[in-house]
């Protein structure tokens, strides 16, 4: 704990706030990068596949993902100002891991479609599913570093889970 306070009152508030802006812009970034897979298929194969009767309209998504992007980031930051507490550099490494799994699944699911037919389908249903499960690892990670970054992940992690409902549907119904 006392590291973890001396390593807080070594952070200078420029260091802080170019940290947390980097931090942001990283997931926002990965959002901005997936939506030339999603949009151009928006209109194409999605828009004439079978969904699941829960599916949102697609102006849902840009703004839901925007708001779990910023806030995905800022989770991020909590725990990089306490990076000197036992965990949170783990907590770090599975954050990127999950930013990883996130950044594919968009093409792999939207822009393989073209390519593979529904084997894309499965194979973001694969995608997702790990996800899911290095999210939920990441936000109890997360949370032992910094309560308040585990929180922020919550809504992430249950939009997912609803997301994976969905990405589910189409693949078995395709």
Do not use: H
């Not at 590291?3 to 009152?9: F, M, P, V």
């Amino acid at each position: 704990m006392e590291t973890d306070t001396r390593q807080n009152a070594r952070t200078s508030p420029w260091l802080a706030a170019l940290v947390l802006a980097i931090l942001v812009a990283i997931p926002l970034l990965i959002g901005f990068l997936g939506s030339y897979a999603t949009a151009g298929n928006v209109s194409g194969w999605y828009a004439d596949a079978e969904k699941a009767p829960w599916t949102p309209p697609n102006a849902v998504f840009g703004p839901v993902w925007s708001f779990l992007y910023v806030v995905m980031g800022v989770a991020a930051w909590l725990v990089w100002l306490r990076r000197g507490r036992p965990g949170a550099r783990a907590a770090l490494v599975l954050y990127v891991v999950q930013l990883v799994l996130n950044s594919v699944w968009s093409p792999l699911f939207f822009g393989g479609y073209p390519l593979l037919g529904t084997a894309a389908l499965w194979v973001g249903v694969v995608v997702i599913l790990a996800l899911v499960a290095v999210l939920a690892v990441t936000l109890v990670r997360f949370w032992r570093v910094n309560r308040l970054a585990g929180i922020l992940l919550v809504p992430y992690l249950a939009w997912v889970c609803y997301a994976t409902t969905l990405n589910l549907y189409i693949a078995a119904a395709n």
